[in-house]
């Protein structure tokens, strides 16, 4: 078993609509927590932390649910630049060992 | 500012060869890190370095690979002998102390014919 899974998708979505991402970890030593981008052929960059109380930047919310060992991220609005790979990521204890979940990719298309 | 660079950005060797792949990371950064990215699939940790404390080497796949971070700054990942399952991207990501998100250089390509 992965430590950290996703859905690989893909998801195909229309603009506007809204699309949420599932993942689960199962070291129940992490401490940290992140949603990151992924365009293709590029390097990730963070698009999010994810804490217990949730957290929202503009049409994005990510939750944690440290109980069940699962985040969300939830993007409403969906627009055409929100295409790309979102990568769910766990810092274990520690606060280095740094584990990624394969991906999912996301299409929004007009 | 600058920001995380990585050399070469593409890398073809035979199969046997040795290679080694540079990082620069965001000056006054000082943890690093480095991973690798098959095709298809997620990061996966090799690496860890933290100012000057040794590293933490717990993702490195096999006696073949090494690294090195040189006063604290640039670092080098070494692959001996290489084999064809080494064909990935590398990346590299920089982080400043006492903050959580990692900066990532655009990789470097290595394909192992």
């Known amino acids: 078993r992965k430590e950290v899974e996703q859905d690989p998708g893909p998801f195909n979505v229309p603009e506007g609509a809204t699309v949420a991402f599932n993942c689960t970890y199962s070291n129940s030593a992490s401490q940290s927590f992140f949603w990151y981008r992924q365009d293709c052929r590029k390097e990730p960059k963070l698009l999010m932390s994810v804490y217990s109380s949730g957290n929202e930047d503009g049409r994005f919310t990510a939750q944690l649910n440290r109980a069940s060992q699962y985040i969300s991220l939830l993007i409403r609005d969906s627009k055409l630049s929100d295409s790309a790979t979102y990568l769910c990521?766990?810092?274990?204890?520690?606060?280095?060992?740094?584990?990624f979940g394969a991906g999912t990719r996301l299409f929004v298309k007009a | 500012g600058a920001g995380v660079s990585q050399s070469p950005s593409n890398k073809v060797t035979e199969k046997g060869k040795d290679v080694e792949l540079r990082c620069d990371p965001i000056?006054?950064?000082?943890?690093l890190y480095w991973y690798r990215q098959s095709l298809g699939q997620g990061l996966e940790f090799l690496i860890y370095?933290?100012?000057?404390?040794?590293?933490?080497k717990s993702g490195l796949p096999s006696d073949r690979f090494s690294a090195e971070r040189t006063g604290g700054s640039v670092s080098t990942l070494t692959i001996q002998r290489t084999q064809q399952e080494d064909s990935a991207v590398y990346l590299c990501?920089?982080?400043?102390?006492?903050?959580?998100?990692?900066?990532f250089g655009p990789g470097t390509r290595l394909l192992v014919l």
């Open positions: 370095f933290q100012g000057n404390s040794a590293p933490d």
């Open positions: 990501a920089s982080q400043r102390g006492g903050q959580e998100t990692q900066y």
């Open positions: 000056s006054g950064h000082t943890a």
């Open positions: 990521v766990v810092v274990l204890t520690g606060g280095f060992k740094t584990i």
